[in-house]
């Protein structure tokens, strides 16, 4: 790489930083699931934790969040791993084609910002396959010995990335399937017990959180099936569509094509395979946020097939969506777009452009300051908030302070004088003659047996709206967003 090169790719990673550092979006789905469990284990979240991803990825990030009191960290271990990615792209293929395509890939620039355990993940499941691509060849030239090595190196990093990123597992078997259908099946066993030993961490902790080590692993996976295949328990809505495919498809490298032509598909079968099934996957969930996890791959393969035409074409319409997948996060640094709490990225952006507004003010600064006047006025109070369920994670999410005992959401209020189901997805089978039975699975959510809040002692209640949907509160106190209200005493 020559110095101007060089110049070159200095300006580009400190743009990629600084628009990183200074815009304000953290993320959007999710983003709570990460941040709320560190704010947890930091001390300072004053609230019950609702999640359904691995905490390991949450509590490391704990000493950083409870010494800045923000979390200002989740964008350093972004970039961090994002660049390390990319790192790994040049080390594996000593080629500064493959170097640039990485770089400048939309799908780097438009995860840079988030709080979110992909980015490290990705870098982990890179080595991962690499190391499982040196297995497969060991293996070929008839080196066991050696090949095992590769196995457990590859094994242990797909469990450390399982352990952060609960989705990993949907890739697992895509890879067992294309890298062991005819090798010994002692070897699968192998490297499963290897993913088993990486994943450790993750165990033990819901092990000591939860009495049951596979806690988060099943929840996950009901939760990803329902809402993949049932819109989710609470109604969220199917992930898949024409708008979302589209959007996914634009994020791949250009020449992703370029993968099934012949020499190159023969020369990469089990690789390509694999991402084929990842792509199939992915079209059911179709989240942008998953394409960083196989775009290294792709341009690891291609990027040696590409000639210089097609490598510049390629460059030139990622400058183009890399300018569009900025434009969100650029405007961020001093308007807030739209009332999203959590902010807007490129695809939420796309979608809602026609209505979108620009503020001065960041809505989170306003409820940060609305809540520093409450918890003066109402000190060392429970608040059941409403009027949606997860109201609640917001402002705990939010606030910093030890004046407020608990946000309580309004869902688990009701819950408690109430039926505990919260909800429930039953799968039945309906037999088509004059039969006796019909059997069913069916798959519930509970309020949590362990429940320590004092209920009956609340007197307050937060909302966003002029009103509380519990019968006998009634509005006490208007603050700039956030409305405060009282128990009728005589209810």
């Known amino acids: 790489m020559d110095k101007k090169q060089k110049y070159l790719l200095v300006i580009t990673i400190g743009i990629l930083i600084l628009v990183t550092l200074f815009t304000s979006f953290l993320g959007g789905a999710d983003v709570y699931d990460y941040t709320d469990v560190s704010k947890f284990f930091a001390g300072e979240y004053d609230a019950k934790i609702r999640t359904s991803h691995s905490y390991l990825y949450g509590i490391i990030h704990t000493p950083f969040v409870m010494i800045l009191q923000n979390f200002f960290i989740f964008k350093i271990t972004s970039i961090i791993s994002l660049l390390l990615i990319i790192y790994s792209i040049y080390w594996m293929t000593k080629d500064e084609r493959a170097l640039w395509l990485m770089l400048l890939s939309p799908i780097v620039w438009y ?66 399937i294309c890298f062991f259908y005819d090798k010994k099946l002692t070897h699968a066993i192998y490297f499963l017990l290897f993913i088993l030993i990486g994943a450790l961490p993750r165990f033990i902790l819901d092990q000591i959180l939860f009495g049951f080590a596979f806690f988060n692993t099943v ?35 250009v020449f992703t094509y370029s993968l099934y032509k012949k020499k190159v598909f023969i020369e990469n079968k089990k690789s390509i395979i694999f991402i084929s099934l990842s792509i199939i996957l992915l079209i059911l969930n179709s989240q942008i946020r998953f394409v960083l996890l196989i775009t290294p791959i792709i341009i690891l393969i291609t990027s040696k097939y590409l000639t210089k035409k097609k490598y510049i074409i390629q460059l030139i319409i990622s400058l183009v969506l890399i300018l569009l997948v900025l434009n969100p996060y650029i405007l961020q640094i001093k308007f807030e777009i739209g009332d999203n709490d959590k902010g807007i990225e490129f695809s939420s952006f796309i979608k809602n ?46 606030y910093f302070g030890d004046k407020i005992i608990e946000f309580v959401s309004i869902e688990d209020y009701k819950l408690n004088f109430e039926d505990p189901i919260v909800s429930k997805k039953e799968i039945c089978t309906h037999t088509k003659i004059d039969s006796r039975r019909d059997f069913c699975f069916s798959v519930f959510i509970r309020k949590a047996f362990q429940d320590s809040t004092d209920y009956d002692s609340i007197k307050y209640g937060l909302s966003f709206e002029d009103n509380l949907d519990i019968e006998g509160f009634q509005l006490l106190k208007e603050y700039e967003k956030l409305n405060v209200f009282q128990i009728n005493q005589t209810i």
Not at 129 to 154: E, P
Not at 243 to 253: A, E, K, R, Y
Request: hydrophobic share 50%; glycine share 6%; aromatic share 20%.
């Open 353 to 398: 452009i026609n209505s979108l507004t620009l503020n001065e003010q960041f809505q989170r600064d306003i409820i940060k300051a609305d809540l520093q006047e409450i918890s003066g006025d109402y000190p060392d109070e429970l608040f059941v908030v409403g009027n949606f369920p997860d109201d609640y994670r917001f402002l705990a999410n939010i």
């Open 219 to 253: 929840r996950h996976i009901f939760a990803s099936l329902a809402l993949t295949f049932l819109g989710g328990f609470y109604e969220q809505g199917a992930l898949w569509g024409v708008s979302n495919l589209i959007l996914l498809i634009i994020f791949f490298p």
């Open 111 to 176: 995860m840079a910002p988030w709080a979110s355990p992909i980015q490290l993940s990705s870098l982990i499941f890179l080595w991962s396959w690499y190391f499982i691509k040196k297995y497969d060849s060991s293996t070929k030239n008839k080196d066991d010995k050696q090949g095992i090595k590769y196995l457990f190196y590859s094994g242990v990093l797909m469990g450390i990335a399982w352990a952060f990123w609960d989705a990993i597992l949907f890739f697992i078997p895509l890879l067992i």
